[in-house]
């Protein structure tokens, strides 16, 4: 099964930035969808941003214009550019992926909602942004 382990993760200052990485290994197949949710305390996890199975990126609305997603050339490492970083950012950070297998159609599409697309996590790295 695909692993993925996070990094990068800290403490700023709201207005501050920070990058993490997902490291993706063990992969046997190919990965369709990858991502980065993250749960705040008390709260559901929410998916943040992502790739779709084209290689489109996708984004949650609350982080359109200050969040960017980028992947290295063979997919083996996942980033997450965080500018403008503002309190209600502050959750623990999970890298998710989808290995597709061929065992299924093949759908492209990845919905940052859905976690049926991003059924692999990694065991998350912590983001806190003070005031």
């Known amino acids: 099964q695909v692993q993925l382990v996070e990094s990068g993760g800290g403490s700023v200052q709201a207005g501050g930035s920070l990058k993490l990485s997902c490291v993706v290994s063990?992969?046997?197949?190919?990965?369709?969808?990858m991502g980065w949710f993250r749960q705040a305390p008390g709260k559901e996890p929410e998916g943040v941003a992502g790739?779709?199975?084209?290689?489109?990126?996708i984004y949650a609305d609350s982080v359109k214009g200050r969040f960017t997603v980028s992947r290295n050339n063979d997919n083996s490492v996942l980033y997450l550019q965080m500018k403008y970083l503002e309190p209600d950012d502050t959750a623990t950070y999970y890298c998710?992926?989808?290995?597709?297998?061929?065992?299924?159609?093949?759908?492209?599409?990845?919905?940052?909602?859905?976690?049926?697309?991003?059924?692999?996590w990694g065991q998350g790295t912590p983001v806190f942004v003070s005031s």
């Open positions: 790739f779709d199975g084209d290689g489109r990126a």
């Open positions: 063990n992969v046997i197949f190919s990965i369709r969808c």
């Open positions: 998710a992926a989808d290995e597709f297998d061929g065992s299924r159609t093949y759908n492209s599409r990845c919905v940052l909602s859905d976690r049926g697309d991003f059924p692999t």
